[in-house]
């Protein structure tokens, strides 16, 4: 007959501590038929459904969970020098000759300026063949061609046109990171480097286009004095030389700039709360495209900046909302010289239906003459001069209508 203390013991309950840490309990717990209570087996269920849902979670928690993306690699100490070396030289030449080409007080009536159109890609050049057209008319004493390919995309280089206008100091760039800075400033210095007739700065990317003819364009930059249609109360504009009768003395840099922006406030905390002061304030931080169209006097104040540069190039706790390349640009320009900015860009973008941060791309089906005279159409200049963005296959539907359409104004 079994004793008090054996009877006790097989009647007090087994703890599920017990059972967890022991497989032997574990397996003699189902195997030997027992009355539990009711507390014990809700609380003994719970704890085993846990433990056999452990494998699934891990199984499946790729699959249900987003990835979490990979922050872009920081700008190596080799390349920031690299590019410091080519900032320093393209300053410096900057003299004398140039200087006067740089202050956009230009004293000939008909001086031979030139545009420096940049080409930012991490892809093929998808519109080399709509562009050749564009620039088969123009002579070529009014233009250069830069072209920053990553590296990394093996970028093809067959079209005969563009191939001798990558430039060497190219580096691979990521979307929304500080290596967009970097790959724009290269281009506006190996461009003012090159030439010191370069005067406008055009940055434009591999789904960009044409929306006129060369000529339109290089009149509209550099010889019209009513394209630029800011609003008559904005300060700059009263007394704006160029609206004066006789030469053009003064030129301004078409460049978006917007203050108020919902998520401008997200954007700005994105690398912490105070890491962009005190250089950067948030009343002062600004937004806007990163395709622009800078004077030569703001492409040397780009280059030369250091002390903005060093916060924006700071990495980002939250990707999702870091988006330097369009941060940068406006900030700089906006604390500097805003009144020798349009606060608008010559780019035309879509952003209609967005999705995940990318504006709306145009399909072969949708090109049309009527879209290029829609594009056209601006509230801040005459026209747009560029636009937007488009897929490849619409290479051919445009090259169709390029006579009749794009190249007549």
Request: with cysteine.
């Amino acid at each position: 007959m079994p004793t008090t203390a054996t009877t006790a013991a097989a009647a007090s309950p087994i703890s599920p501590a017990s059972i967890i840490s022991s497989p032997t309990h574990l397996l003699h717990f189902f195997l030997k038929p027992r009355r539990l209570p009711l507390m014990f087996s809700t609380n003994f269920v719970l704890i085993l459904s846990l433990l056999l849902s452990l494998p699934v979670l891990f199984l499946l928690a790729p699959r249900i969970l987003p990835p979490h993306p990979l922050s872009p690699p920081a700008i190596s100490p080799s390349d920031e020098q690299s590019d410091l070396a080519l900032f320093r030289r393209a300053s410096s030449s900057s003299s004398a000759s140039s200087s006067s080409l740089s202050s956009s007080h230009l004293s000939t009536p008909n001086p031979k300026l030139k545009i420096a159109f940049l080409f930012l890609t991490n892809t093929d050049l998808h519109f080399a063949p709509l562009w050749h057209r564009f620039f088969s008319s123009a002579p070529k004493t009014l233009y250069n061609l830069y072209v920053h390919a990553d590296p990394s995309a093996n970028v093809s280089r067959d079209h005969p046109f563009f191939r001798p206008h990558f430039i060497p100091s190219a580096r691979r760039t990521y979307r929304a990171s500080p290596t967009l800075i970097s790959a724009t400033r290269r281009l506006l210095a190996t461009a003012i480097l090159d030439d010191p007739s370069n005067a406008f700065f055009a940055v434009l990317s591999q789904y960009c286009i044409p929306l006129h003819s060369f000529n339109y364009v290089y009149d509209s930059l550099v010889n019209s004095r009513s394209f630029d249609l800011s609003s008559p109360d904005d300060p700059f504009s009263a007394d704006d030389p160029s609206r004066l009768a006789g030469i053009r003395l003064q030129y301004r840099s078409f460049i978006e700039i917007i203050s108020k922006e919902p998520r401008l406030w997200k954007r700005y905390v994105a690398r912490g709360r105070y890491s962009m002061l005190p250089e950067v304030p948030f009343e002062k931080f600004r937004v806007g495209s990163q395709f622009f169209v800078l004077t030569r006097r703001h492409a040397l104040l780009v280059i030369k900046d250091r002390r903005l540069w060093k916060k924006f190039k700071l990495p980002c706790y939250r990707e999702d909302e870091c988006y330097p390349e369009e941060h940068y640009f406006p900030t700089l320009l906006s604390m500097e010289d805003p009144n020798g900015c349009t606060k608008y860009t010559l780019t035309r973008v879509n952003w209609t239906g967005t999705t995940k941060g990318h504006p709306h791309t145009y399909r072969s089906f949708e090109i049309s003459p009527g879209l290029i005279q829609e594009l056209r159409k601006s509230n801040y200049s005459s026209s747009y001069l560029f636009a937007r963005k488009f897929s490849p296959d619409c290479l051919s539907p445009l090259l169709r209508i390029a006579d009749k359409a794009i190249f007549r104004d």
